[in-house]
C-alpha cells in the first residue's frame, strides 16, 4: 500500500481548482487525489501504519499557521503546479521525515528533506497530460487561478492508495495556540 502525508486548501480553492484541472480530459488527475500539498510523501510509510502515532504525537505539538497558494510554476515540461509559501510546512515536513526516519536513497527519490519543494500540482505528463497541454495549462492557470487568500492549516491529513485512488484515511489537528481562536 502506498500513503501519503498531505494540507488540503479550503474546500471552496479545493473545488475551484478541480474544475480548472477537469479542462483538460487528458488529465486523469482530479480522479486520482484531490487537490492537496504534499508534507510528507511515500518513503518509510509502510503498510502496518505504526508511523500514525509518531506523525500525531509531531502534530499535537505543532501550532496551526498561515499557508499562502502564489504564483503558477513548472518542473521542466513535465508538472505544472501552485507554489506555496510558508516556512513552517518546511519546518513540519522536516520534522515529519525525521520521525520516520526512511531510506536516505528512497528520501532523496521523493525529494525530502533539503529537496522539498511545496506545492500544489494542477496536472503532469504522469497523470496523462502532453507537453502542449502543460503549457496551455500554466499560461492559463496564470491568469485565472491567482486571487487565492491565506489560509490557516488546521489540520493534516494521510491519505491510502485504495482502488486507483487516494483516500483520506486520517485527519489529525494540528495545535491551537490562544491567537488562533480567532481563525
Given at each position: 500500500?502506498?500513503?501519503?502525508?498531505?494540507?488540503?486548501?479550503?474546500?471552496?480553492?479545493?473545488?475551484?481548482?478541480?474544475?480548472?484541472?477537469r479542462?483538460?480530459?487528458?488529465?486523469?488527475?482530479?480522479d486520482?487525489?484531490?487537490?492537496?500539498?504534499?508534507?510528507k510523501?511515500?518513503?518509510?510509510l509502510?503498510?502496518?501504519?505504526?508511523?500514525?502515532?509518531?506523525?500525531?504525537?509531531?502534530c499535537?505539538?505543532?501550532?496551526m499557521?498561515?499557508?499562502?497558494?502564489?504564483?503558477?510554476?513548472?518542473?521542466?515540461?513535465?508538472?505544472?503546479y501552485?507554489?506555496?509559501e510558508?516556512?513552517?510546512?518546511?519546518?513540519?515536513?522536516?520534522?515529519?521525515?525525521?520521525?520516520?526516519?526512511?531510506?536516505?536513497?528512497?528520501?532523496?527519490?521523493y525529494?525530502?528533506?533539503?529537496?522539498?519543494?511545496?506545492?500544489l500540482?494542477?496536472g503532469a505528463?504522469?497523470?496523462?497530460?502532453?507537453?502542449?497541454?502543460l503549457?496551455?495549462?500554466?499560461?492559463?492557470?496564470?491568469?485565472?487561478?491567482?486571487?487565492?487568500?491565506?489560509?490557516?492549516?488546521?489540520?493534516?491529513?494521510?491519505?491510502?492508495?485504495?482502488?486507483?485512488?487516494?483516500?483520506?484515511?486520517h485527519?489529525?489537528?494540528?495545535?491551537?495556540?490562544c491567537?488562533d481562536?480567532?481563525?
Amino acid at each position: 500500500m502506498e500513503y501519503f502525508i498531505a494540507i488540503t486548501p479550503p474546500k471552496k480553492y479545493g473545488e475551484i481548482i478541480t474544475q480548472f484541472q477537469r479542462r483538460w480530459p487528458n488529465n486523469a488527475l482530479p480522479d486520482f487525489v484531490e487537490p492537496h500539498i504534499t508534507v510528507k510523501s511515500q518513503a518509510g510509510l509502510n503498510e502496518d501504519e505504526y508511523w500514525i502515532d509518531s506523525i500525531k504525537a509531531i502534530c499535537s505539538n505543532f501550532a496551526m499557521f498561515k499557508l499562502s497558494l502564489k504564483g503558477v510554476k513548472s518542473f521542466g515540461k513535465s508538472v505544472v503546479y501552485i507554489g506555496v509559501e510558508s516556512n513552517k510546512i518546511r519546518i513540519l515536513h522536516r520534522k515529519i521525515v525525521e520521525a520516520i526516519s526512511p531510506d536516505p536513497e528512497n528520501s532523496r527519490k521523493y525529494y525530502e528533506l533539503d529537496l522539498y519543494e511545496p506545492h500544489l500540482t494542477l496536472g503532469a505528463k504522469e497523470f496523462g497530460m502532453s507537453e502542449a497541454e502543460l503549457s496551455e495549462m500554466k499560461e492559463l492557470a496564470n491568469n485565472c487561478l491567482h486571487d487565492f487568500h491565506s489560509f490557516i492549516v488546521k489540520s493534516i491529513k494521510i491519505y491510502k492508495l485504495i482502488e486507483n485512488r487516494y483516500q483520506k484515511i486520517h485527519e489529525i489537528d494540528l495545535k491551537q495556540t490562544c491567537s488562533d481562536k480567532t481563525f
